[in-house]
């Protein structure tokens, strides 16, 4: 039986917006957490993204104790070798890159314990293909976040041909201690969420493009006729439109041209309106 304990030591590989908000999560749940960012700057940088957090849950009166008594409980490194060696879990959450993420999990293997569990939160990378960097492929399988994560009530468990059960039930009961669900898929481009979610932004950015309707006249027919939370170009400009450009080349690649990026995302991103990162997107954020 799936069991809900929070993991005694959690490492998260990369601290940007993703890898923050897991350490932030997890520490809350109880776990001491190891983030690694690189660089002096980087790491006081991720630490600050965790402080935050923090303090915005605490004003919200989200937390059972003291932000800074939950902030005690995260530690930065910058190395994946400065691991500790008997942590349970560890998220790998930098950028989409699937050479990057199979060396940083190649890394981390190294480092710590032959039971330590291995996750991926790509949000449409082959976890099957990242396992193959991996010499005990076994103790691997996709934990994919959504942003924010301290807020969302989602993760996706990503199991590939060669993970073990027991792998997957020790993620279960590791998202269960968050409060939050999980939905169990196979590997498979795109997983369930970002498969279908993608397909419907590229439907809505190819409805701007043709002229349809506007981006607010768009997300107010998808919020208000069927009940989402947000529209999917709001959603698209707080994944960011590099990253919903990336998945939709890869999904392109794999699944065909229901998938093809379309003209106004090449361009958009080619201007750098990423969306609220940058401040413009579909819409403007400043």
Do not use: C, N, W
């Given at each position: 039986m799936t069991t809900s304990t929070a993991p005694a030591v959690v490492g998260v590989i990369g601290g940007g917006r993703m890898g923050a908000g897991i350490a932030q999560s997890y520490a809350t749940a109880g776990s001491i957490v190891t983030v690694v960012e690189n660089g002096a700057e980087a790491a006081a940088a991720a630490?600050?993204?965790?402080?935050?957090?923090?303090?915005?849950?605490?004003?919200?009166?989200?937390?059972?104790?003291?932000?800074?008594?939950?902030?005690?409980?995260?530690?930065?490194?910058?190395?994946?070798?400065?691991?500790?060696?008997?942590?349970?879990?560890?998220?790998?959450?930098?950028?989409?890159?699937?050479?990057?993420?199979a060396r940083v999990l190649a890394a981390a293997e190294q480092a710590v314990s032959a039971t330590t569990v291995l996750a991926s939160n790509t949000s449409s990378l082959s976890v099957t293909e990242l396992s193959a960097a991996l010499s005990r492929p076994g103790r691997f399988l996709g934990m994919h976040f959504f942003n924010p994560v301290p807020a969302s009530e989602l993760v996706e468990i990503v199991v590939a041909p060669g993970t073990d059960a027991a792998t997957t039930e020790a993620a279960l009961g590791w998202t269960r201690c968050l409060g939050k669900k999980d939905v169990v898929v196979?590997?498979?481009?795109?997983?369930?969420?970002?498969?279908?979610?993608?397909?419907?932004?590229?439907?809505?950015?190819?409805?701007?493009?043709?002229?349809?309707?506007?981006?607010?006249?768009?997300?107010?027919?998808?919020?208000?006729?069927?009940?989402?939370?947000?529209?999917?170009?709001?959603?698209?400009?707080?994944?960011?439109?590099?990253?919903?450009?990336?998945?939709?080349?890869?999904?392109?690649?794999?699944?065909?041209?229901?998938?093809?990026?379309?003209?106004?995302l090449r361009e958009k991103v080619a201007r750098g309106e990423l969306g609220r990162k940058t401040g413009q997107g579909f819409y403007t954020w400043r």
């Open positions: 630490l600050d993204r965790v402080a935050t957090g923090l303090k915005r849950a605490a004003e919200r009166d989200r937390l059972d104790e003291p932000a800074g008594e939950i902030l005690a409980r995260v530690s930065i490194v910058q190395s994946v070798d400065a691991l500790p060696a008997e942590v349970d879990l560890v998220v790998e959450a930098v950028p989409e890159d699937s050479a990057l993420k196979k590997d498979s481009p795109g997983f369930a969420s970002s498969r279908l979610g993608v397909a419907l932004g590229l439907e809505a950015i190819r409805m701007v493009q043709e002229g349809v309707a506007e981006a607010e006249a768009i997300d107010d027919a998808m919020s208000l006729g069927y009940k989402h939370p947000m529209g999917p170009l709001r959603l698209t400009d707080l994944v960011g439109l590099d990253v919903r450009l990336a998945i939709a080349e890869h999904l392109h690649a794999t699944l065909g041209e229901r998938f093809a990026p379309p003209r106004l």
